[in-house]
């Protein structure tokens, strides 16, 4: 069942008898892949409805035209990354002498895109999209930056402004954030290590 055969099906609750609809659910606790659906009368948990991928958003005919413009914009979002993206060590500019450390910093642009920034000291080295809880992102670019600058480089020290959307609500996203940054530090990274 996709997402909005969730919202049609119907839920009984077995504490109280009460039966409904997905979407005339209670909405319990939320998680990055969908949320749980309550008890509309006594709020027992009866399940779990989980978002509809952009497939779905843009092919499934009960689809609000907000889930339509969403994935709409999701796709292109995804599109303009992909083109900017750090792909490359050959991106980033010289610097000499070479850091031994770099800033992985965030910045909210006035047009509400989110921006990852990667300083050194007050120079902006590189700049790309921002994913939320993505440290896979974050051990990828610090893979690229110690391949473009060598085992001298020992950090990639994440800005008090950037935690919050780097480590999201996961212990799992710190503990790799953590591990990363200690294969920096052993130069692990580093072009013929
Ligand atoms: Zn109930």
Request: aromatic fraction near 10%; proline fraction near 5%.
């Amino acid at each position: 069942m996709n997402y909005y055969d969730q919202k049609e099906a119907t839920y009984a609750c077995p504490a109280c008898g009460w039966t409904g609809r997905g979407d005339a659910c209670e909405m319990g606790d939320g998680f990055d892949w969908g949320y749980e659906i309550l008890c509309a009368r006594c709020q027992q948990k009866l399940g779990y409805i989980g978002y509809p991928t952009t497939e779905e958003m843009l092919s499934d005919p009960r689809a609000s035209d907000g889930d339509r413009e969403q994935a709409r914009s999701r796709i292109a979002r995804e599109a303009e990354f992909e083109r900017k993206m750090l792909k490359d060590p050959d991106q980033l500019p010289v610097i000499e002498p070479a850091p031994a450390s770099l800033a992985w910093d965030f910045e909210e642009a006035e047009d509400g895109k989110r921006y990852v920034v990667i300083r050194h000291e007050a120079r902006e080295v590189w700049r790309e999209l921002a994913w939320y809880e993505d440290c896979e992102r974050y051990a990828a670019v610090a893979e690229i930056l110690q391949r473009k600058y060598g085992d001298g480089l020992r950090d990639l020290v994440p800005t008090p402004a950037s935690k919050d959307y780097l480590y999201g609500d996961r212990i799992a996203s710190l503990r790799r954030v953590e591990e990363v940054r200690s294969a920096l530090g052993r130069g692990a990274y580093a072009r013929g290590a």
